[in-house]
């Protein structure tokens, strides 16, 4: 009587376990298709495009029926527009192209963060510089800095890899031009981005394979700058103090933390729906840039939010699979470069919006409605997806099978496989040494005279004889073939 029930769960407990294993075989077989890299990350930027362009517009509605305008819905459609023709161009320009005129483009991103400090920049109040400023539309200068030094710090770092070793090759001129960038990002001031190229420096530094003593420097030296800056500032020390007491000001520095917590408390597990969130009727100022991740909370709930960081933690898998999977070092540095600043930069604005970090004013990528931010993030997540297409496996698999679907829609032609550059051999000396024995002959000098070399002795040195040396001796012999035959004749 009780055989039969035990033998059903031991076959349900077989079927499941079947079927488990038939997913696992499907998804690895998946996974090691050539083009997986380039697939997921297609899939991840287009689902973080469409959920933040949906909850900007369910922030800003708020704002257009107060205005009876739709400027707040088409900027962000016209911002989406410009992010994607950075996409395009990421993705379609040869990843050679990127490094050839990396140094160009550092220059043109330190000369405009020097230029915005000037009367021709502007910023949200009297005291800052950070935007360049034409109509409805702003251009930030720091943003474009980012993705410079990533591919321009790539080039340095695998330029002088045989030389890593010394801290001065490691060091210089990465981290002098860096802390020349901090700098002039500091003078508009803007601390949330500093921090943010701060990433950028410290995952170079990190994958090229820096030792942890010199993290240990870097991070307690920007950990002791930043509390220097803070408390010499009046809204950064208020937003420390309401970091360590969140009640401390309720109605000033205090009021978007505040207000953030208790809009993902209302939430819930389900939110209250798309567009029912109250925290945007002025609760939470500016909800729509910095501290969008709360109203995502309010209206999808934790599941919402829980999607939303798991597209990110999506990202940085795939991310650094792109980068393991790639044979050249360049591509792979600008890979876990430009992966760790995305996902870095949302870690640390998640962290503030739930109070586990101070209040930096970094915005959420791809999700914030920030308008330099948006395109230069789009931009970089196709010079991931151009990356992608460059992993060994894909260069083969549309070089022999043609460009695929994706790539025949974008017309994108086919990637060049990796050559490495060439490394010179030493030269061995073209001539043995005046008065030593020819190896392997058995004989020693006597006096002032060498031993004649073997013939195979002679054909060795003349084959290891450098250019110079080699031309100049069949110069010499054709010329003493010549006149010994002439004197023949």
């Known amino acids: 009587m009780t055989t039969a029930p035990a033998k059903e769960r031991t076959a349900r407990r077989t079927r499941s376990t079947s079927r488990v294993s038939a997913l696992r075989q499907g998804l690895t077989a998946w996974l090691g298709r050539p083009l997986a890299s380039f697939h997921l990350l297609l899939a991840v930027f287009g689902l973080l495009a469409v959920i933040g362009l949906v909850m900007v517009l369910s922030a800003s509605a708020v704002q257009d029926a107060q205005k009876t305008t739709l400027s707040s819905f088409g900027k962000p459609m016209l911002l989406d527009t410009l992010g994607l023709i950075g996409f395009y161009l990421g993705l379609r320009v040869p990843l050679r192209w990127l490094r050839q005129f990396s140094p160009t483009l550092l220059l043109i991103s330190g000369g405009l963060l020097a230029l915005v400090l000037t009367p021709l920049g502007s910023g949200a109040n009297g005291r800052e510089h950070s935007w360049f400023t034409l109509g409805s539309l702003s251009f930030q200068p720091v943003e474009l800095a980012k993705v410079a030094l990533a591919l321009w710090g790539a080039h340095v770092l695998v330029t002088k890899r045989a030389l890593l070793s010394q801290y001065r090759h490691l ?212 010079i991931l997806a151009n990356c992608a297409r460059n992993e060994p496996d894909a260069v083969a698999a549309l070089r022999s099978l043609g460009p695929g679907r994706v790539g025949g829609l974008l017309r994108l032609p086919a990637p060049e496989p990796y050559r490495p550059s060439a490394r010179r051999k030493p030269v061995r000396p073209s001539t043995p040494p005046r008065g030593s024995a020819p190896r392997g002959t058995g004989r020693s000098t006597g006096g002032s005279r060498a031993a004649a070399p073997s013939p195979e002795e002679r054909r060795r040195v003349h084959r290891s004889a450098p250019p110079t040396e080699y031309r100049r001796r069949s110069a010499w012999r054709s010329g003493h073939g010549r006149s010994t035959e002439g004197g023949r004749r």
């Not at 420097?217 to 208020?238: H, I, K, M, P, Q």
């Not at 640390?348 to 959420?364: H, W």
């Open 171 to 382: 060091l210089v001129p990465l981290v002098p031009v860096s802390l020349v960038l901090f700098a002039l990002i500091m003078l508009q001031p803007d601390l949330g981005s500093t921090v943010s190229l701060g990433i950028v420096l410290l995952a170079l530094l990190w994958y090229v394979g820096a030792p942890m003593r010199l993290f240990a420097v870097v991070l307690g030296s920007a950990a002791a700058a930043v509390v220097v800056s803070s408390l010499g500032s009046g809204y950064r020390n208020d937003r420390l103090l309401v970091f360590f007491n969140p009640g401390a000001d309720p109605l000033g520095a205090g009021q978007q933390p505040l207000q953030a917590l208790y809009a993902l408390a209302d939430g819930g597990l389900f939110g209250r729906g798309l567009g029912q969130g109250a925290a945007k009727f002025n609760y939470l100022p500016n909800i729509q840039n910095d501290f969008i991740f709360a109203l995502i909370g309010e209206e999808l709930g934790f599941v919402g939010a829980l999607v939303v960081l798991g597209l990110f933690a999506m990202l940085a898998v795939v991310g650094l699979r792109i980068a393991a999977r790639n044979t050249d070092p360049w591509i792979r540095l600008v890979a876990a470069a430009l992966t760790a600043w995305v996902v870095g930069q949302a870690a640390i604005n998640v962290g503030y919006v739930i109070g586990l970090l101070p209040v930096t004013g970094i915005t959420l990528p791809l999700i914030s409605a920030g308008g330099t931010s948006i395109v230069i993030t789009m931009m970089a997540f196709g």
